[in-house]
């Protein structure tokens, strides 16, 4: 058997170990979803604009799951994220065909720019309700709007 310590590269702390109700120990590699990961969601009857989630101070967010659902209206849910000066659109739904029912869950780093909140944007009288799965990250691991635009 051999004795194995895994170490931070630069804490050189080493990985805790947690109480697992397993009777033996494993290793669990888990992402920042799964620690920080928060949901909200909200439910719109009326044409308008709703903050569905923001950064804190210069930070920005990652989302992780999306769940939207609407009825069969004149109109559409746009759902994008802005700064106040810069927007960029992640989708256009549209809810004159058919009622919408749509969910994914983000596979890659779906993060805004700094200070960017992601906003619903409703065309529609109906009932719309959209969650967010997401976390935050601090102005470290965040990019100003032009060096997050130049990565795409």
């Known amino acids: 058997m051999l004795k194995t310590i895994i170490t931070d590269i630069k804490t050189k702390n080493a990985a805790k170990i947690l109480d697992s109700p397993m ?70 739904f549209p809810l004159t065909d058919a009622p919408l029912a749509f969910s994914i869950s983000f596979n890659g780093r779906w993060q805004g720019w700094k200070s960017a909140w992601l906003e619903a944007i409703s065309s529609a009288v109906g009932n719309i309700t959209a969650s967010v799965g997401y976390y935050k990250v601090g102005r470290e691991q965040s990019l100003n709007y032009n060096d997050w635009n130049k990565r795409r």
């Open 23 to 92: 009777a033996f120990k494993e290793l669990a590699v888990i992402t920042d979803a799964m620690v920080y990961g928060v949901f909200k969601s909200i439910s719109m009857s009326q044409g308008g604009t709703t903050t569905m989630c923001s950064p804190t101070g210069d930070g920005s967010v990652v989302l992780t799951d999306l769940m939207l659902t609407g009825d069969k209206k004149a109109g559409s849910l746009t759902l994008q994220f802005n700064d106040g000066t810069n927007t960029e659109i992640i989708g256009v």
